[in-house]
């Protein structure tokens, strides 16, 4: 409300609880190859955080940037394992992007029913916001690949991803990596009903 007013608001609410059609990428990356990005952010003094549960949480909100109060369910995720990796600029929350290495945690933070393989060392990401004061600074693509780096050090493989058909910006990010998307999906939510397609893309 405090950044984008009442109207984005309501629009985001009238799509997760009321109705909603939207055409998704699904995307995997092999973490067993090399992948770090060759750039650093256009945002002048920035300093990174991995948050991971809510003790932590409770020491960068004693600092007066309490992270939770931006997702409904943080609280939940971090209780439930899920890991926040946070972008600062001159000490101000400018980005934050999630990573799961459970479907509990993934579930507190995702809506999209698509299959990750947590029992064969697959991780989730996503749950990603960059202020509107802070984008177009590379943020996003840099957390991605620090996102990348975290699950790598925790023993994951894979990690899997889905990003809007319409999210151009994203998807030009994701050229820079060795994404591989792997599906196209269509979700459409009516109140409590909700339909999921996914159609498997072939390797070109």
Known sequence: MR?????????????RYISQYRSFYLYEIDLTKENKP???PRAGNFT??????????????AGGLDIRMHFINARLALE????????????ELAHIGWLAMSEEAKSALDYLPY?????RDEGWTG???????????GLWLYSFFKRLEVARDRGLKTVRFATGRDNIATQAGLMKSKS??????????????CSWKERSVQPA
């Open 3 to 15: 950044t984008e007013g009442l109207v984005p608001v309501l629009r985001r609410g009238f799509a």
């Open 38 to 40: 060759d750039f650093v």
């Open 127 to 137: 749950g990603v916001m960059t202020f509107p004061k802070y984008r177009g600074l």
């Open 80 to 91: 439930k394992g899920a890991t926040a990796l946070c972008i600062f600029v001159d000490g």
């Open 180 to 193: 591989r998307r792997y599906a196209e999906a269509r979700y459409l939510k009516v109140l409590r009903w």
């Open 48 to 61: 990174v955080k991995v948050v991971c549960n809510n003790e932590q949480a409770d020491e960068v909100a």
């Open 115 to 119: 299959k990750v393989r947590f029992d």
